[in-house]
């Protein structure tokens, strides 16, 4: 990851988001043929499978390995090493990359009308410095590049999108969406940011020169202190274990400056909040004190 732009910096061990965190790895549970596969996994990617919630990527795992003819883990794994294109078919599988422009609406409404307005006025050096922390094929950057030059066409910005998934990341630099992406959006947006190429959305060069994507592991990154006016993280921590989750929000928050904005997915919550200076401004919305 090239890092120094963007405000991250190069790999840290997983171990150290994850101290603590490691409640389902090989120290505490019996290396069943699910760790013994992780495990290898880890080896072969170094994406670390046991960090994330293990109902539902053990079920999404096995599922995906039986579809391709195979029942047995292990064998499974034998197959994986000796096929790279295997491997990315894999990853693409168990990573999940749904996304939509403008998706949950209310939540992008809060960021026009009360957030961004604020990040604007506020602007480090007349630049407002955003992170997409999991943003798949970039929908949620091109959304918020949009806003940012909708409340004032002068807004200078910096929109970085970071994805494990390769394949996802190349996609997002390419800033091309489906009807079906772009069904939250209203038309009126749509065709002032976006152009019509064949049956999809081309997002404008004006959006495209605000956004940056670039292929990152959020459990092994370590972004720099105070490098964002505003982190989004939503529907990417709903994966990992509670622990994980918690550790990585930390994580997020230290790379915020003070006055900054955390924002999560609607569904998700942010434990303990007033221990990392977050407060609640809505219930998906937290500025740093
Ligand atoms: C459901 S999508 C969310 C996309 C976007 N944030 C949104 O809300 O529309 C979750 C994304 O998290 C990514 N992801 C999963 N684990 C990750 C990790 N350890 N580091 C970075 N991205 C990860 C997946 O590849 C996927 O693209």
């Not at 749509?190 to 990152?216: H, I, K, M, Y």
Request: charged share 30%.
């Amino acid at each position: 990851m090239s890092a120094e732009p963007l405000g991250l910096r190069p790999r840290v061990p997983s171990e150290d988001l994850a101290r603590g965190a490691r409640s389902s790895t090989p120290a505490t549970v019996a290396a069943d043929d699910y760790t013994q596969f992780c495990e290898g996994i880890r080896a072969l990617t170094r994406i670390d499978l046991l960090q994330y919630k293990r109902g539902q990527m053990e079920r999404r795992i096995r599922s995906f390995a039986q579809r391709r003819g195979v029942t047995d883990l292990t064998a499974y794994l034998a197959q994986l090493r000796k096929d790279r294109a295997e491997v990315d078919e894999f990853l693409d599988r168990v990573t999940i990359n749904v996304s939509q422009l403008w998706r949950n609406p209310e939540q992008w409404t809060v960021l026009e009308r009360q957030v961004l307005p604020e990040l604007i006025a506020s602007a480090t050096a007349g630049r407002v410095r955003a992170w997409s922390a999991g943003c798949s094929y970039g929908a949620e950057a091109y959304t918020l590049a949009a806003l940012c030059r909708q409340l004032d066409p002068r807004t200078r910005a910096t929109i970085v999108g970071t994805d494990i998934d390769r394949r996802m990341v190349d996609r997002a630099r390419l800033g091309r969406f489906s009807d079906e992406d772009a069904r939250s959006a209203s038309k009126r947006v749509l065709e002032r940011w976006f152009t019509r190429d064949g049956d999809e959305w081309q997002a404008s060069r004006e959006l495209q020169a605000l956004c940056q994507f670039e292929v990152g592991d959020l459990l092994r990154v370590q972004p720099r202190r105070d490098a964002y006016d505003l982190v989004l993280c939503r529907n990417t921590v709903i994966y990992f274990t509670e622990d994980v989750r918690d550790a990585l929000h930390e994580r997020l928050v230290t790379s915020l400056r003070p006055g900054g904005y955390l924002v999560i997915g609607s569904t998700e919550r942010v434990s303990r909040p007033r221990e990392l200076g977050l407060v609640a401004t809505h219930p998906f919305t937290y500025r740093k004190s």
